[in-house]
Structure formats: C-alpha cells, structure tokens
C-alpha cells in the first residue's frame, strides 16, 4: 500500500467507439467529490505527453508505456487515475499491470466490449467507414489487431447494458478493494 492509501490506476481498454471517453467522464463525476481523480484519454495524450506517435505496434506500445508511467507517478502520490485507451496488446497491458504491481498500486483493468458491428454503426467520428473504405490503415478491429483481455477486473458491454450499469459495477469493483474513501489528510 502506497503512504496516502488510495491512488490507483483504472484501466480502461476497448476498441474505438466502444464508451471509453463516455465512462470514464461518469467515473470522474462520480469520484471527484471523494478523492483526487486525473482522467488521461489517448484522444487528449496523444496531442500533449505522446504527440508524434502512430498507430504502428510499436507506437501503440510506446504509447501505453508513457500513459503508464505518467499514471504511476500520479497515482503514487494518492491519485485516482482513469486511463482510456484503446491500448489493444495484451502484453502492454501486463507490462503496465506490472509497474503498478511494483510501486504497490491498484490496478483495475476494465474491458469495455462491444461487437465490430455495433461500433460500425455507431461511428461517432466516422473512422470505420473510412476505415472499412480502405482510408485508415492500421485502424483497430479492422485492420489492425484488438486482444481482448482475458481475465479482466470488470467487463462492461456498452452495446448491451446502459451505461449506468457497467458504471455501477466498476464503482463497486474499486469499492471492493477499499479505493472510494478519500485520500488520508
Ligand atoms: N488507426 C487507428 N486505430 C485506432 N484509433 C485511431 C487510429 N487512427 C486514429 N485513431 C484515433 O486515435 C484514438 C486512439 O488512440 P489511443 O492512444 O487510445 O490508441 S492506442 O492505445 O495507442 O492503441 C482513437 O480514439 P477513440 O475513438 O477514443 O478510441 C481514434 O480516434
Ligand atoms: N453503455 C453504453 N450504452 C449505450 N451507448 C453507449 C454506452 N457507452 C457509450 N455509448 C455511446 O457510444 C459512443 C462511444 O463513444 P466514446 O465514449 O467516445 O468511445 P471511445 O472513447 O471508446 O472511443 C458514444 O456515442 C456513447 O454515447
């Protein structure tokens, strides 16, 4: 356990589209009244802390490297921090997992699944028709890999169950591990 009790790493992973931006906003209103929370969303990262990267395995692993780092420092001084990202390599995840591990922090993997074909027809920045198009090379779920995680903390099905659930269910997983008191003064 860190010296202030309470700052963890909440990760979330799931292909474009899938409600990573959408619960991880929920989340934040939802913990900021009990805690410091930092929400560090790939759109957003990657215009400041990895700028310059693509979308090739290597850059998508660099990417994750710094986004886990960065999160690290925050959560060893008592911050909540809710990472979304499509981060689609298992092995990143783990290696991110780890370095929780060693600095002795929660770390909550929370998969946000929804089928090709939902996200295909939601299509909220229009990437998968551009994608599909042949436009967007190396673009997830349709021409570049998606690993889901195999053992996951919290799975939530965006295009099944309302958000309000899936919320519920990642509050509760973080509640379970003592996460939601407020930091120690
Ligand atoms: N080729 C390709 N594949 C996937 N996504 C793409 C691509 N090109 C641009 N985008 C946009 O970049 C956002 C994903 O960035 P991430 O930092 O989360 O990706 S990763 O974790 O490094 O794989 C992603 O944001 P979200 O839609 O919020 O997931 C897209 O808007
Ligand atoms: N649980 C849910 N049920 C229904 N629609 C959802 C749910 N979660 C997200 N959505 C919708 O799906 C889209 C997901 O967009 P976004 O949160 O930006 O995804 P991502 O950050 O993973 O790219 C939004 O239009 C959002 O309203």
Same mark, same amino acid.
Request: glycine residues 10%.
């Given at each position: 356990?860190?010296?202030?009790?309470?700052?963890?790493?909440?990760?979330?992973?799931?292909?474009?589209?899938?409600? &990573?931006?959408?619960?991880?906003?929920?989340?934040?209103?939802?913990?900021?009244?009990?805690?410091?929370?930092?929400?560090?969303?790939?759109?957003?990262?990657?215009?400041?802390?990895? !700028?310059?990267?693509? @979308?090739?395995?290597?850059?998508?692993?660099?990417?994750? !490297?710094?986004?886990?780092?960065?999160?690290?420092?925050?959560?060893?001084?008592?911050?909540?921090?809710?990472?979304?990202?499509?981060?689609? /390599?298992?092995?990143?995840?783990?290696?991110? !997992?780890?370095?929780?591990?060693?600095?002795?922090?929660? @770390?909550?993997?929370? /998969?946000?699944?929804?089928?090709?074909?939902?996200?295909?027809?939601?299509?909220? &920045?229009?990437? /998968? &028709? &551009?994608a599909?198009?042949?436009?967007?090379?190396?673009f997830?779920?349709v021409?570049?890999?998606?690993?889901?995680?195999?053992?996951?903390?919290?799975?939530?099905?965006?295009?099944?169950?309302?958000?309000?659930?899936?919320?519920? !269910?990642?509050?509760?997983?973080?509640?379970?591990?003592?996460?939601?008191?407020?930091?120690?003064?």
């Open positions: 356990m860190n010296r202030q009790g309470s700052g963890f790493i909440l990760w979330l992973t799931g292909m474009s589209g899938a409600g &990573k931006s959408t619960l991880s906003r929920a989340l934040r209103s939802r913990l900021e009244p009990l805690r410091p929370v930092e929400v560090m969303d790939g759109d957003e990262v990657r215009t400041w802390l990895t !700028r310059g990267l693509g @979308f090739s395995r290597e850059d998508r692993e660099e990417n994750v !490297r710094r986004i886990g780092h960065v999160a690290r420092l925050l959560a060893r001084h008592g911050v909540g921090v809710i990472v979304a990202a499509i981060s689609p /390599y298992q092995s990143s995840r783990a290696e991110v !997992r780890q370095l929780a591990a060693d600095a002795g922090l929660a @770390f909550v993997e929370v /998969y946000i699944e929804a089928p090709l074909e939902a996200l295909i027809a939601r299509d909220v &920045k229009g990437l /998968y &028709k &551009k599909l198009a042949g436009e967007l090379p190396h997830t779920g021409s570049d890999p998606y690993e889901a995680p195999e053992a996951p903390e919290v799975t939530v099905r965006s295009s099944s169950e309302p958000l309000e659930a899936g919320l519920e !269910r990642v509050l509760a997983a973080l509640q379970t591990r003592g996460l939601l008191a407020p930091r120690a003064a």
